[in-house]
C-alpha cells in the first residue's frame, strides 16, 4: 500500500508590519524587511521605509518598485514639456496697437559699369560659359572663362576612427553608483584636399551715387544727373519706404520699422495714425493693419 508523506512548510511573522510570510522567503512580502536570522551580509534591495510602510495597500513594495520604474518617463516628460512649452509660447500672437510716429523715404541714383574681374573658386564647382555684354543696360551673362592657376588646397576635413580608448563615468548600476569602464573608439581629424582655380567673370561694379532721403510726406529725386557713360554702363533709380511704428508690449515701449512696398502705399498712412500689430510672444512683427484714416 503506497504511503503519501504530507509536508508542513512552517511559516514566520515579520517584526515590522506583523504579516505573515512563508517559510522559505528570504524578506517580507509587504515591507520587504529581513526574514529573522537571514545572513544579510550579501547585498539585498534596500528595504522599505517608514513612509512606504504606512501606506494603506496591500503591497506596498510592489508600488514602490513601479513608481521607481516610472521615474524615467516622468524625468522625460519634464524635459520635453521644458522643451516645448516655451516653443509653443512664443510662436503664439497677439494683436498689439500702435502709432506711426515717423515716415521715411530714401531715393538713389547710381551708375555702374559691368566689367571684368578675377575670382578663385573650386575646381568642381566651375562650369564654364561665355560672358554676354549688356545692351541698354540689361540682357547681360556673367561668364565663367579662363580657368586657371590650381593649386590643392585644403577644403574640409572629416572625423575618421585612430582606434580605441578607455571612458569611464560613474553610472547607477541596480541600487547603488558604480564606476564602469569600457573601451570605445577614438576619432582624429583627417584633412581634405581639393583643387582651387582662378577665373574670369563679369560683375556689375558702382561708380557713382546721388542720394537723397528725409521724414517728410513729399519723397523727391537728388539733384544731379548721372549719364551712362558707354554700352558697358547703365544708370539705376532706387527707393525704399518705411513707416516707424510705437507700441507697446510686456510693459515696455518698442518700435518696428515696417518696409513700404511702393510709394503709394507711403502716401497712404501718416504720422500719427493708429495702427494693428500681429505680435508673436517671442517680439516677431508678422503683419500691419491700418485701422483709421490719418487727422
Known sequence: MASTTRIIEETWTCDVCGTSNEGRSEACGRCDEA?????????????LSAFWRRLPVRNPLALRTRVRQSIPLWVLLGLVGLIVGPC???????????????????????????????????????????ARMPVNGSGE?????????????QRGSRRVEDGYKTKCETRLVGESMKRVCER??????????????GYDTWVWKQVEQLEAKGRDDTPRWPDGTLVAQGPLDRVQRLEAYSARIQYRKGGESREYEYLLPNEARFHAMRKGQSVTLQVRNDGAVLGVQLTDAAP
Open 35 to 47: 526574514a529573522p536570522g537571514l545572513n544579510t551580509l550579501f547585498p539585498r534591495a534596500r528595504p
Open 88 to 130: 509653443v509660447w512664443s510662436f503664439q500672437e497677439n494683436e498689439v496697437k500702435g502709432e506711426v510716429v515717423a515716415m521715411e523715404w530714401k531715393r538713389l541714383v547710381r551708375r555702374e559699369t559691368f566689367e571684368k574681374v578675377t575670382r578663385r573658386g573650386w575646381r568642381d564647382e566651375l562650369k564654364q560659359a561665355p
Open 141 to 153: 551673362a556673367a561668364g565663367l572663362e579662363a580657368v586657371r592657376d590650381c593649386e590643392q588646397l
Open 184 to 197: 570605445v573608439p577614438r576619432y582624429r581629424e583627417e584633412p581634405i584636399y581639393a583643387e582651387q582655380c
